[in-house]
């Protein structure tokens, strides 16, 4: 296409570009209508240990676009960052989770499921007010802290370290937690991270698809998984989806995961009735072993 133009012709703008341009911005005004039309949900799916107990749950927002059906995050999250709008979707879901986990927490959960994790965008966390709205937001629910872990990035550490380890240090004492989220993938430093009240490292989906087949792949994961013992984090890999992905991480010394093998994001009422189903098995089973 290039050539087809000449020398000299300086094209302003590639269709291609403008096209992608105009889409993000058609996305960029359809979130403005998808916070006031109630267009977003969150789904959820579940954690679980080699025991395979659900001891925990993400979060995941999906935006159901009245004409395109459901979007998922991977298509608006990045926009909704640059443009701003991040900080209302944000609020929105923290809203939203806590609100929902409450409503679970009254109708019964099971012992053994411990916690709901909150994806948490940089640009979100950064806001001045984030704390202070959150415990807030925490307090009207009635939740305890402990119930809730926040999914952070590392590359949010590294331009912003010393304030959001200030804000997580406030969390922390709240009794919240921390993951780091997509491991691996961004600029990691054990000299950054060992100063960072961290509870969990999730090992980035592109370390375990294919993990059983690939050495390559198998010493990355190997030197995640020492890492996260050297400081002492909890290690959830993410992105599961064959039996012998999860045999080659058990043998690394990884027991917890998130992944398709098990479950994919579930509706609320859908991801209940599972949750509250597999503890009612539980049971049984622990009966009759008495
Ligand atoms: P993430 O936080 O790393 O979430 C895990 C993603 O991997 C989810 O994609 C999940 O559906 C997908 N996944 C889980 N298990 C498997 C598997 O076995 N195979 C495959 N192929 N995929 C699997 P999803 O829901 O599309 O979300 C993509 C990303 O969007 C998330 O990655 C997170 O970074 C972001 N995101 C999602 N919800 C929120 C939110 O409420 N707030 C913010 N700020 N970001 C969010
Ligand atoms: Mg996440
Ligand atoms: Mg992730
Ligand atoms: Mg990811």
């Not at 991040?86 to 916690?115: C, D, H, M, Y």
């Not at 590294?158 to 600029?187: C, P, Q, V």
Request: glycine content about 6%; overall charge negative; charged content about 25%.
């Amino acid at each position: 296409r290039v050539k087809a133009l000449g020398r000299n012709d300086f094209q302003f703008f590639d269709p291609e570009m403008q096209s992608s341009a105009q889409e993000r911005l058609e996305i960029e005004k359809g979130l403005h209508q998808a916070l006031d039309n109630n267009e977003f949900e969150l789904w959820f799916q579940p954690q679980l240990c080699s025991d395979d107990t659900i001891f925990a749950a993400e979060a995941l927002i999906r935006w159901k676009h009245p004409q395109k059906g459901i979007i998922l995050p991977g298509s608006f999250i990045n926009i909704a960052e640059d443009s701003g709008q991040i900080v209302e979707i944000g609020n929105w879901v923290l809203k939203q989770a806590l609100e929902q986990l409450a409503s679970w927490k009254q109708r019964g959960l099971p012992k053994t499921f411990k916690k709901l994790a909150i994806n948490i965008s940089p640009v979100q966390f950064m806001q001045v007010n984030f704390v202070e709205d959150f415990l807030k937001l925490l307090n009207e629910v009635k939740l305890p802290g402990q119930m809730i872990e926040l999914e952070i990035t590392e590359n949010m550490l590294l331009n912003n370290f010393e304030i959001a380890s200030n804000k997580m240090k406030i969390l922390k004492r709240r009794g919240i937690s921390f993951a780091i989220d997509d491991f691996g993938t961004g600029y990691s430093s054990l000299k950054y991270l060992r100063h960072l009240p961290l509870d969990v490292l999730k090992i980035d989906r592109s370390f375990v698809t294919g993990l059983r087949s690939s050495s390559d792949q198998a010493a990355i994961v190997e030197v995640i998984i020492a890492t996260a013992d050297r400081l002492d984090l909890m290690i959830i890999a993410e992105g599961v989806e064959t039996l012998n992905e999860r045999s080659a991480l058990m043998e690394l010394g990884c027991h917890c995961f998130q992944g398709y093998l098990f479950s994919k994001p579930l509706p609320a009422e859908v991801f209940f009735s599972k949750l509250t189903a597999s503890s009612a098995v539980n049971l049984i089973s622990t009966e009759q072993e008495l």
